[in-house]
């Protein structure tokens, strides 16, 4: 039997009866790799309970070794998976815990391994969504574990670190991937990532807006340092995801691309050049 997550896309959710998504909301998740070197060798545990029992809290407390009190709220029942993915070293880990955290974690670089997961609640539009954010391993050799992933992603963000030209050029090679291992409507951006760094640019935002739009994905850099375009990364796949997920008939469709361009310029007075 395979050992994958248990995770829901947006389409099942929107085919679950109430009492199957009552019981999608009892379920947290946490992951344990073990062996590195081992595919395959993770541990899963899946907490289950009644609401309010203890299982967010449980993991909050095994994860980040704290207690938050006084702060329950329920689960959310809508929820996407997001994968994020690149060459080893252009920033996804930095990426994510700014996302999640507010931090950059500078120092001694440690490579991920297999893949590791962390969970945000967004409000878009009034609605809460929930953000199971993978972040994968770049190097190769935890390709075949992260593969096994890529379907169950209703969202990818490639990233390449603008320092690098190596992890552009490679860009092509992770689009090809995707095209094979992922779902087909998955939505995937662009990410050009250590913007902070432009003493050592190696790629132009010409050429990372270019190849973008040969493939017809949004684009934006990025500085998971800063912070820069991080949160609307995440917000414009949150907002597309749920529109996707809940879009009534008679609203006009969401331009994810639109969208971006018009916050980036709003923010463009903070963002590097
Ligand atoms: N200046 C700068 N450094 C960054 C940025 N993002 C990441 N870094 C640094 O780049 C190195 C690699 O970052 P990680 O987030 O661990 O890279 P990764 O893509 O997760 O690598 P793998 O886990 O091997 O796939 C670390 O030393 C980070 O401090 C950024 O936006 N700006």
Redesign the pocket.
């Known amino acids: 039997m395979e050992n994958r997550p248990l995770s829901t896309s947006g389409s099942d959710v929107m085919r679950m009866s109430p009492v199957q998504k009552e019981m999608i909301n009892a379920l947290s998740l946490h992951q344990n790799f073990g062996d590195s070197s081992q595919p395959g060798s993770y541990v899963q545990t899946i907490l289950v309970g009644d609401s309010g029992v203890g299982k967010t809290s449980l993991l909050v407390q095994f994860d980040q070794g704290k207690f938050i009190p006084g702060s329950f709220s329920a689960t959310v029942g809508i929820g996407f998976t997001v994968m994020?993915l690149?060459?080893?070293?252009?920033?996804?880990?930095?990426?994510?815990?700014?996302f999640k955290d507010g931090a950059?974690?500078?120092?001694?670089?440690?490579?991920?391994v297999g893949i590791d997961f962390r969970n945000k609640v967004v409000v878009v539009d009034g609605v809460k969504v929930k953000l199971q954010i993978w972040?994968?391993?770049?190097?190769e050799r935890f390709r075949s574990v992260t593969h096994a992933y890529y379907r169950d992603a209703q969202a990818l963000l490639l990233?390449y670190?603008i320092t690098s030209k190596m992890s552009f050029d490679n860009i092509r090679a992770w689009l090809t991937e995707i095209h094979e291992y992922a779902q087909k409507d998955v939505v995937i951006m662009l990410l050009g990532?250590?913007?902070?760094?432009s003493s050592e640019r190696a790629v132009r935002t010409e050429d990372g807006a270019s190849l973008a739009r040969e493939y017809g994905v949004p684009f934006m850099e990025?500085?998971?340092?800063?912070g820069m375009n991080v949160e609307l990364a995440f917000l414009a796949i949150a907002k597309e995801l749920k529109q996707r997920a809940v879009q009534s008939l008679d609203e006009p469709r969401f331009q994810i691309h639109d969208y971006i361009e018009s916050q980036k310029k709003k923010s463009s007075c903070c963002a590097f050049s």
């Open positions: 994020l690149g060459d080893s070293g252009v920033g996804k880990t930095c990426f994510l815990l700014q950059f974690l500078s120092g001694t670089f440690i490579a991920t972040d994968t391993a770049g190097q990233l670190d990532n250590k913007a902070d760094v990025t500085s998971a340092k800063t």
